[in-house]
């Protein structure tokens, strides 16, 4: 079994602060990417990785990312929406691939497990996404910052990545997603325009994106105990 993966890093991480997109700042010396891109390739378990940057970025990163790790084998420009950037790197996927994997570029902190379960179960059902349940009391709020009613929060889960689909099924549902003009927040969404059944797999509140100067301070504690290098 053939198995892929697109590693979107194209947003500019605004609610970070500073010039540097979030997914090339810094977690104990390294890039952030650097942590994602390193546990797919000791997984051992990805045959071609594409990863997806912003075109001022592509000449850096593919000095800096290109086959390094090994697994990574392009670097493709990504579009005006994640959902286009996704679609870049599926396109520059092997014909031949039979599972999809999709992840943020930053989420550093997936484990082996993650991406084994999502490949497993996307390769029985078809589409699998990553997620944890909702245990916070959810508030429905106006834009005037007025309560209008408490959210039921059972059965509902936050949505993480990796997600995994078989490669026809996730194909077809980008182009549905085009003829309908539709954009989802995920590619799980694209699985459900399309009618078809996405899984669960359980994630963990460790698997952050880091979007926000707090989670950085998160982050460097977590690579500590992750990552145990100089």
């Known amino acids: 079994m053939n198995v892929c993966a697109v590693i979107?890093?194209?947003?500019?991480?605004?609610?970070?602060?500073g010039t540097v997109p979030k997914q090339f700042q810094t977690l104990r010396e390294k890039p952030i990417l650097h942590y994602t891109l390193r546990t797919f390739q000791e997984s051992g378990l990805i045959d071609s990785l594409v990863l997806?940057?912003?075109?001022?970025?592509?000449?850096s990163a593919c000095a800096d990312w290109l086959e390094?790790?090994?697994v990574v084998k392009q670097v493709v420009v990504g579009g005006e929406k994640r959902q286009d950037s996704v679609f870049?790197?599926?396109?520059?996927?092997?014909?031949d691939t039979?599972?999809?994997?999709?992840?943020?570029?930053?989420?550093p902190f997936l484990s082996k497990g993650m991406i084994q379960e999502t490949i497993h179960v996307a390769g029985k059902f078809g589409a699998a996404i990553t997620a944890i349940p909702v245990h916070d009391t959810l508030k429905q709020v106006d834009v005037s910052g007025l309560v209008q009613r408490t959210v039921e929060r059972d059965g509902l889960w936050r949505v993480q990545t990796p997600q995994a689909f078989r490669y026809d099924l996730l194909g077809e549902a980008f182009r549905k997603a085009?003829?309908?003009?539709?954009?989802?927040?995920?590619?799980?969404?694209l699985i459900e325009n399309l009618g078809q059944e996405v899984r669960v797999v359980n994630g963990s509140e460790w698997n952050l994106k880091i979007t926000r100067p707090e989670d950085l301070e998160m982050g460097e504690s977590i690579v500590a105990k992750l990552f145990l290098e100089g």
């Open 88 to 95: 870049n790197g599926y396109q520059a996927l092997p014909t």
């Open 52 to 59: 997806v940057v912003p075109e001022k970025e592509l000449e």
């Open 178 to 189: 085009q003829a309908d003009s539709f954009y989802g927040t995920d590619e799980g969404a």
């Open 68 to 70: 390094r790790p090994p």
């Open 8 to 17: 979107p890093a194209g947003g500019q991480g605004t609610r970070l602060g």
């Open 98 to 107: 039979d599972i999809v994997l999709v992840h943020d570029g930053v989420r």
